[in-house]
């Protein structure tokens, strides 16, 4: 995946549903929306040694986190230290028996406190809705939705996140895209 690109393509996303939400509410002063793209080096060299998955290391050899706070209930891309150091908390899962068997890897959440994680093995990126976390294995949801696959890869999720950007800047024919 072109990450650059996607950066680009992302921006002009933001620029332009930022320029609709002022426009409908009449405020100015929103807080923009954005993605990092400075890499933190320091970072990435632990996440190298720590046996992330590759597909995660490849994204932050590009960025090093986005925060969409204003797309539908906010989008989250969590930096590099952070994923790093969520690895050995307890409160974050790491494990998910429900959605699969494989290690799990957190790097994204929304403003709902849904987290999206994606497998070692597979680079399958799942959604974990809200729900309790024992000793890194996430015990279930409060929502309907469950826990599941969301996206095949992370290029797949991010060009999603990418989809629901442009469609929240045009206008609604039909119900938006969410995750």
């Not at 290690?103 to 999206?116: C, E």
Request: aromatic share 10%; charged share 25%.
């Amino acid at each position: 995946m072109d990450y650059r690109q996607w950066c680009d393509d992302m921006r002009q996303a933001i620029e332009r549903y930022m320029s609709r939400m002022q426009a409908i509410f009449g405020r100015t002063q929103l807080e923009p929306d954005t993605v990092t793209e400075e890499v933190d080096e320091a970072a990435l060299r632990k996440a190298e040694e720590s046996g992330l998955p590759p597909s995660l290391l490849e994204l932050y050899a590009s960025i090093r986190e986005a925060s969409f706070a204003n797309l539908h209930n906010a989008y989250f891309i969590h930096s590099l230290a952070w994923v790093l150091d969520s690895l050995h908390r307890p409160d974050i899962p790491a494990w998910a028996p429900e959605a699969t068997d494989e290690r799990l890897a957190v790097f994204a959440s929304d403003g709902g406190g849904r987290t999206f994680a994606v497998g070692y093995r597979s680079g399958t990126v799942f959604r974990l809705p809200v729900g309790g976390v024992v000793d890194q294995v996430y015990d279930g949801s409060i929502d309907s939705i469950g826990p599941g696959e969301i996206a095949k890869d992370i290029p797949d999720f991010l060009a999603r996140l990418l989809q629901i950007a442009r469609a929240f800047g045009d206008e609604p024919d039909e119900e938006l895209p969410v995750m």
